[in-house]
Structure formats: structure tokens, C-alpha cells
């Protein structure tokens, strides 16, 4: 079965700094990976996705996520946190076997001080 | 714009009623998702479409009904055997049930019981 862990529900930051929230997965199959960040009181914004090819795969906004296959992760990462950052992050996955679901992590709240 | 409009952003909905929420989506994208988002437990699926006059339940169906009588829309019915039904509702839309798409989701609607 599927599933994705959050371990953070909240990550602290200081703007300037790196920043990296962690997701980790369980599939079947080969994973399709997804981040999304969500605004208060607004639906989901698609950040990137992994289906294939390198494991570093840049999205929207200068973040970025690295697939590492041996350790089941996909944490997301940004080089310099903006204040502007600051909202809450969903990790997906979805398997190659046919299947149409796509699970969603608990989310992890980002707070970006200035 | 192509989007996904949900509507109406905040509903009051009183003990035995029923309440339909609006999802029109001009993406032509195939599938369709309701989901429900409590805090600290992420997106919960209800029902899903992946094509016209078809959907199937998902995670936590009960108390809920959804029709899919053309492409655009894809209204969810919050119906009074929802013991607990406040939360916020989101709808999404994917070109196909397919595990490498990406969700598009609308901005919700912030249900609650009076």
C-alpha cells in the first residue's frame, strides 16, 4: 500500500537561511512524487513533481526536491527562505502499477522569521 | 484563465440539512476530486470521477453524494447523515487518473455546522 510520512509538522527557519522539509514514501512500484504548498484559506499550488530522470528536479518560487530512492525520500529544499515562504507543504505520491491514487502527507507547517 | 471555481467560499449549514458544494473546472481535465482538510490530518478523499456520469467512493463517503452529469462540474452534497461536518473542502481536477498528473485544486469552501 501506499503511504507518505511528514515527520515535521512544523519546520522554523530564519529568512536568508536554507531551508528543507522532509518527506519520506511508501509505494509499489516506481514512485511519482509531488510537493504542494498551501496559502490560508486557499486550495493546493503544485510545486514540482518526480516521475523520472534526474534526481533533482527544480519547480516554482526557486525551490527545489531531491529524489533519493535508497532512503524512500523526497524532502524539499530552498537555498535562501523568504518571509513570503511561510504556509504549509503537502508531499504526494502515487505508484507506475495502475493505480489511480495520489495520498497526500499530513502537511508541515514552514515559518519563515525575518 | 483556465482554473478550477469552487463555490461559495464560506457555507453555514444548520443541524439536518443538506448542502451542495460547487466545482466547475474549464481545464478539460478529465478526473475529477473532492477531498476533505481537517487540521493536522492532510486532504481526505470523498468521492472521485474519471469520467462523465461515473465516480466512485473514496476514503470517507459517508454522508456525502456527488454526481457528475458533465465535464465541467463535479458538485458535492454534504447531506445530514455527516455526523461532523465541518471542515474545509477542497476540489481538484487532473487531466486522467493517471499516476504522473499533477493536481490542479480550487480555493475551497470553509464549511460550517450553526
Known amino acids: 500500500a501506499q503511504s507518505v510520512a511528514q515527520p515535521e509538522d512544523q519546520v522554523n527557519v530564519a529568512e536568508g537561511n536554507p531551508l528543507t522539509v522532509k518527506c519520506t514514501y511508501s509505494v509499489s512500484g516506481n514512485p511519482y512524487l509531488f510537493w504542494y504548498v498551501q496559502y490560508p484559506n486557499r486550495g493546493l499550488q503544485f510545486l514540482l513533481k518526480?516521475?523520472?530522470?534526474?534526481?533533482l528536479v527544480k519547480g516554482s518560487y526557486g525551490f527545489e526536491a531531491e529524489f533519493n530512492k535508497s532512503q524512500t525520500s523526497f524532502h524539499l529544499k530552498k537555498p535562501s527562505a523568504l518571509v513570503s515562504d511561510s504556509a504549509l507543504y503537502f508531499c504526494?505520491?502515487?505508484?507506475?502499477?495502475?493505480?489511480?491514487?495520489?495520498?497526500f502527507g499530513a502537511g508541515t507547517r514552514l515559518f519563515v522569521k525575518a | 484563465d483556465g482554473g478550477i471555481t469552487q463555490s461559495p467560499k464560506y457555507l453555514f449549514r444548520k443541524e439536518g440539512q443538506n448542502v451542495t458544494l460547487s466545482c466547475e473546472q474549464n481545464l478539460n481535465h478529465d478526473a475529477m476530486y473532492w477531498y476533505r482538510q481537517d487540521p493536522g490530518q492532510g486532504l481526505r478523499l470523498i468521492y472521485y470521477s474519471q469520467i462523465v456520469n461515473d465516480f466512485q467512493k473514496g476514503d470517507i463517503a459517508e454522508g456525502y453524494s456527488v454526481s457528475r452529469e458533465k465535464k465541467e462540474s463535479f458538485p458535492l452534497t454534504v447531506t445530514s447523515a455527516q455526523k461532523n461536518p465541518t471542515a474545509f473542502y477542497l476540489c481538484a481536477s487532473s487531466a486522467a487518473t493517471g499516476s504522473g498528473y499533477g493536481y490542479t485544486f480550487g480555493s475551497g469552501t470553509r464549511l460550517t455546522v450553526v
Open positions: 518526480y516521475i523520472t530522470g534526474d534526481n
Open positions: 504526494a505520491v502515487s505508484d507506475n502499477t495502475g493505480g489511480f491514487k495520489t495520498i
